[in-house]
């Protein structure tokens, strides 16, 4: 180490390193957000006959994964819905849970459709052999590292799921991770 006359000097260096410290272990401690993932995704084939009057029904394979081995995630309810344009085809909420640290948890459900909105859909997937729908989750979480429990902290994400006229996922993309909502896809 290099030696330093001047008191001053010495505190300036001392306090730099600690700051380096500190920047350092703010970088290695702080929690990453969890991933969500639409695995898989479907329209039965009896909500693809266009009925009138019927309600479709959506099932889903949601996926929450913390990337975490530290921390632990305490979930509020999660807002599961999915779009046709602006319309809301249907909603879901599921309940609040705890995951800890490097879990992966499947959630499989269903959503009934909209009967107004879902005749959109049915008549998109007849004329162009595919509909594009968004899937919006909104929820609260928060971190629980050595003990200590976070601030809440506002997930909203978004993701585009391309669905063929067979009523499942079309594409390469058979895996569709959400992603943080942006102010052009915002209503």
């Given amino acids: 180490m290099c030696e330093t006359k001047n008191l001053y000097l010495w505190l300036l260096q001392v306090v730099a390193l600690l700051g380096i410290l500190a920047l350092c272990l703010w970088l290695i401690l ?28 959506i099932l ?4 929450i994964e913390n990337p975490n081995t530290d921390s632990t995630v305490y979930y509020d309810d999660i807002f599961l819905t999915f ?3 602006q319309d809301t085809v249907g909603e879901k909420r599921i309940p609040a849970f705890h995951q800890g640290g490097k879990r992966t948890r499947q959630i ?23 509909a594009e729908l968004k899937v919006g989750l909104l929820t609260r979480i928060r971190y629980k590292t050595w003990g200590k429990k976070s601030k809440h902290h506002k997930l909203d994400l978004q993701g585009l799921l391309q669905v063929g006229k067979d009523g499942k996922i079309s594409g390469k993309k058979k895996k569709n991770k959400l ?3 942006s102010k052009k896809w915002r209503r």
């Fill in 30 to 57: 702080r929690p990453r957000p969890p991933q969500y993932t639409i695995v898989d995704f479907s329209i039965p084939q009896s909500s693809l006959v266009n009925k009138e009057g019927q309600n479709g029904t």
């Fill in 108 to 130: 499989i459900d269903y959503v009934d459709g909209n009967r107004r909105v879902w005749k959109s859909v049915l008549n998109a997937l007849i004329s162009n052999a595919k």
């Fill in 179 to 181: 992603h943080p909502t």
């Fill in 60 to 63: 889903y394979n949601l996926e």
């Fill in 83 to 85: 779009y046709f344009g």
